[in-house]
DNA sequence: CATGAATGAGGCTTCATTCAT
DNA sequence: GATGAATGAAGCCTCATTCAT
């Protein structure tokens, strides 16, 4: 009925909120979208059925919520570790184990993510856009240094973006842990010998 | 209830179950697993909802005989396109090319393996694993010849996955057409310069 | 999805609760398990579909409860009927009567045990243990002091059970009444000739 | 779409027949009537699906038939075992041998007769009264000559019967095997003393 | 005689959402 | 603010039965 979001609640409401927002984000990782239920979510956070509808619109717009906040808290996790890098290589290392590290203190957030496909496709997309956006504007900087080829910048930007995305599957994901060294060495000395120009 | 798959069936059954699989692709592909139904899609098929189980065991079972299919042609129409190519980045190029152009083709299907991850991991892993072997195994021949920069096989392996992933993510399916040149030139070139050693 | 039973239950669900368990001792007695669905049980009781799982966790489960629920009430009638009584016999002929008059008074409930022979094994074969019980205890002691003949009191609880059971069925459930006086006559004069000592 | 039963039938039919009796005398048995389907019993007796119907009208008649068959044959197998035998007390316990063998060798047809009370109460009443004809018979003529007390009849006919069925479930159909000496003893004389006249 | 494909009604269960308290 | 009872649509699946071959 209601989606007072930012807006006045009281602290009591705020707490209740931020419950239904945890419980939410363990729910909808463990069990997806669909299979998570507002019983479910409700149950796990202690309060009653009907109560979800007092912070909520619905089902889908709290997992909107979810993702449009995992994608800022992840872009700003991104900023945060490549923050004073001068050489931009040294940026897509720090940025490559940020984003590892993000996804395993994260991985149901993580999961939640590439459902959003199939929930949500504007959403996705518009998770996916804002993250290449980022390194849009950082790799263009560096082409027009000389500091990377010159390319395309955002099928750049993509590709990296697949790159992280799927090491990130493979081994944090499936293996349950930050990927071994040489596998960490080896995707780091492909995107460098791709990127830096060959004197 | 039964799912006799290849086993004896008349023409009639052979067309049925046909029309039924065609059927699935489609509304699998358009609405995600979790939203289609089997009403949506017997009614696609144009027979009753009961005969859907004359074919097969259940949704899920039937999602992972697409899934599987849909590994193994792809599997194919690579090892088609890169057949008698005797350079290894001559492969990896056409290798792109025939991905980009089959995700065209099979719009639904890259889509219903994508989903795969949320029903049934399993099936979503083994996709993976199988695509990876084969691209495996043709870098470490490249790699022991010398022709491509010694990595860890398995990592440049979903490297290579990942960024064939996203790009057709972002160019075929959202743009619904296979990538401009530019961009195109940009991926090969990022890719060449990442695998083949510098002199 | 849920079960609350005895717990915390407003009012009004306490009365939807109640008119549930009515509708339901109705439809199965009157349909059998199989043929009674929930669609009659919810429209018996006048409430929706979905209100049957606010109370029971499935069809199976209220059919556990209606029977062990049912057993309880036989065996306090029994126990209510033969308290006090002195002699062994007094107490056959007490428990004769009140048992065909609970069956008169819970037509439906008596068919439903029947049933859960199809059901549930387990559950049916607890109904008839713990009936058993009682009245092995009872043969016991009066064979001990001589006032029975000596006999397997297992054996004889079922033989006495098998009885009321059969007589049960042929007049109150068949005829819808207790059965005339010379068959009450004719089968307690069976028992007492069967259970106390010739001189 | 028909019944033939006695009628002309080739050889090959009465073997289709036959095969279709005796898979659904096994899956009833084994699932009970609502839970057997046609599918089961054609694939048991390894026919296609539609064969069901050249031999039996519908599922209920199917299992009608074998209700009365089994009541005939049980009849028929109680006055085998008592036939030629002179006193009415040896009749009785020939009776009860006699009764509780059948059951272990049809099993499956004893849980049949049991359920029919749900499938078909008509049938399940003939089943019974048929059985009590005879017993009510012979008690009458040995009531007569004074060899056994004078008792309604039928009232004592559903009393045996009523042991019989409780005994048998016991131990034939909970324990699997024929009751114990003890048991078989305690029995046979409760019923002796129950029906013999004290001196 | 026999087959097996096809049907469609109906069954159990789930669940997002509403609403009176 | 919070509750929890109630809803009804919708989903997956089963099955007795029919029918063309």
Redesign the interface.
């Known amino acids: 009925m209601a989606d007072p979001q930012n807006s006045a609640l009281t602290a009591r409401g705020q707490r209740t909120r931020t419950k239904l927002l945890g419980a939410a984000e363990r729910v909808f990782g463990e069990m997806?979208?669909?299979?998570a239920s507002i019983?479910e979510i409700t149950k796990a956070a202690g309060v009653a059925q009907g109560t979800f509808y007092v912070y909520f619109e619905s089902k889908q717009s709290l997992f909107a919520q979810l993702v449009d906040t995992l994608g800022a808290s992840l872009r700003q996790a991104l900023a945060d570790a490549t923050a004073g890098l001068d050489s931009p290589m040294a940026v897509e290392e720090a940025g490559f184990d940020a984003f590892l590290e993000f996804i395993q203190a994260h991985r149901h957030l993580y999961?939640i993510v590439?459902?959003a496909?199939?929930v949500d496709e504007e959403l996705y997309?518009r998770y996916?856009a804002r993250l290449a956006e980022g390194t849009i504007r950082s790799l263009e900087l560096a082409m027009a240094d000389g500091e990377f080829?010159a390319?395309?910048a955002?099928?750049?930007a993509?590709?990296l973006?697949?790159?992280?995305?799927?090491?990130g599957?493979?081994w944090v994901l499936?293996e349950g842990k930050l990927?071994p060294p040489?596998?960490r060495?080896?995707?780091l000395?492909?995107?460098a010998?791709?990127?830096t120009p060959?004197?």
Do not use: C, H, N
Not at 161 to 167: A, E, R, S, T, V
């Open positions: 997806g979208f669909e299979r019983v999961k590439r459902q496909e199939f997309r996916y080829v390319r395309d955002e099928a750049v993509y590709t973006m697949g790159i992280f995305d799927f090491i599957m493979r499936w990927p040489q596998v060495e080896s995707v000395s492909f995107i010998s791709a990127l060959r004197t």
